[in-house]
């Protein structure tokens, strides 16, 4: 699942599992201005379903509407994009073998020294750059600081 901006790293993961049956992206975007953008996506990959917030093109709705749709006990979700949307992610999906998400993140240096892209885990402090972006749900967004 993707908002936005967030679909850069779910298109390279769709990509690498594109022959693989049963795996479908969702790509949310705020207005109309993100069609042709979204479209693109899509024609990457025929199993994509598109959601517009103000529902000017593809299913009117947010990327969480659109995994409610498909979403089966069980399913492992990958997804980038907004906290919010992300947030809300793992409160939806209870019942997910894995909720893995790609964080954005302004990264000055990007090898880890100037501390830009911290964050906090269940684990302690972390680092967008060299410690992810990928991280499970649970540990960014699982507990009661970070939602």
């Keep these: 699942m993707a908002g936005g901006a967030g679909a850069a790293p779910i298109l390279y993961g769709r ?7 049963g795996v479908r992206m969702i790509l949310g975007a705020p207005d109309g201005e ?4 979204a479209r693109y996506c899509s024609s990457l990959h ?3 379903d598109l959601w517009c917030d103000d529902g000017s093109f593809g299913s009117g709705g947010t990327a969480l ?7 089966e006990a069980g399913d492992e979700v990958w997804a980038c994009g907004p906290s919010a949307m992300l947030r809300g992610l ?11 998400v790609s964080l954005e993140s302004r ?3 990007g090898i880890g020294g100037c501390l830009g892209c911290s964050i906090r885990t269940k684990s302690g402090g972390a680092r967008v750059c060299v410690d992810g972006p990928v991280f ?3 540990e960014v967004f699982g507990y009661e600081d970070n939602c």
């Design 107 to 109: 990264m000055a240096c």
């Design 136 to 138: 499970p749900w649970e």
């Design 34 to 37: 993100w069609e042709s953008f």
């Design 90 to 100: 793992g409160a939806f999906c209870k019942n997910a073998s894995g909720i893995m």
């Design 46 to 48: 025929r199993d994509t």
């Design 65 to 71: 509407d659109g995994l409610e749709r498909i979403f």
């Design 15 to 21: 990509s690498v599992y594109a022959n693989t049956p």
